[in-house]
């Protein structure tokens, strides 16, 4: 059974600094996927990662994934509020649908 | 493309009673998941199909729900009878073969 975990579940940070969230799961995964979710809306897609090794960045926001290790990070840079939301990761794909990843909290303090 | 719809938005029913979800995919995407969201136990796969058909729903919790794809462009998830414990964020989404997955805005459902 894929099992996926990230850490923090909640981080509180200041503007203008750097973090990352980490993403774990426990068998092998196609693919590794980001979203994010504002309070009382959707999950909005921000990365597919397909393969290892993969990077890819939108504004602040940059993703990794390293299939060896089973892990994939979501790096914040120099955080701005509009940031604050939750994030989530998932794996597996395919017609299988995904398995998520408890979330992290992320607010984002001026 | 309107991407995923599903309706409605917000649910309020007395416990025992029956309620349904509806939800029409992307068109052109042939796969269709329906996850449950709450605090509790986060994000969790219902139940999904391929091309129509369920292939796999395991992550139903009980036999009270029950789900149905009747053609490409809609499926509906039922709760008969209700429970507050069935009280949540239900949501859909649809995939091309898993390609990337697009999800509906969801239904808050509230059992009282």
């Known amino acids: ?110 | 493309d309107a991407g995923v719809i599903q309706s409605p938005r917000h649910e309020v029913t007395e416990m025992g009673q029956e309620v349904t979800l509806r939800c029409k995919p992307i068109s052109g995407h042939n796969s269709l998941f329906w996850y449950r969201q709450t605090m509790m136990r986060g994000l969790e796969l219902l139940i999904y199909f391929n091309n129509n058909v369920p292939i796999d729903d395991s992550g139903m919790p009980e036999d009270r729900f029950s789900a149905k794809m009747p053609n490409a462009s809609f499926s509906t998830l039922k709760i008969q009878p209700s429970e507050p414990r069935d009280s949540a964020v239900y949501f859909c989404a649809s995939s091309f073969s898993g390609s990337g997955y697009t999800f509906g805005s969801g239904t808050r459902l509230t059992v009282v």
């Open chain 1, 1 to 110: 059974e894929l099992k996926v975990e990230q850490n923090p579940l909640f981080l509180s940070m200041q503007e203008g600094k750097n973090y990352t969230i980490y993403c774990n799961y426990s068998t092998t995964s196609d693919r590794l996927y980001w979203y994010r979710q504002d309070p009382g809306k959707s999950l909005e897609s921000l990365f597919v990662l397909l393969s290892n090794g993969a990077v890819k960045q939108e504004g602040r926001l940059m993703a990794s994934l390293d299939t060896k290790a089973r892990l994939s990070t979501l790096h914040i840079t120099a955080a701005v509020h509009d940031l604050s939301a939750t994030y989530f990761c998932a794996a597996g794909g395919g017609a299988d649908g995904l398995t998520f990843g408890k979330g992290t909290h992320l607010i984002i303090q001026p």
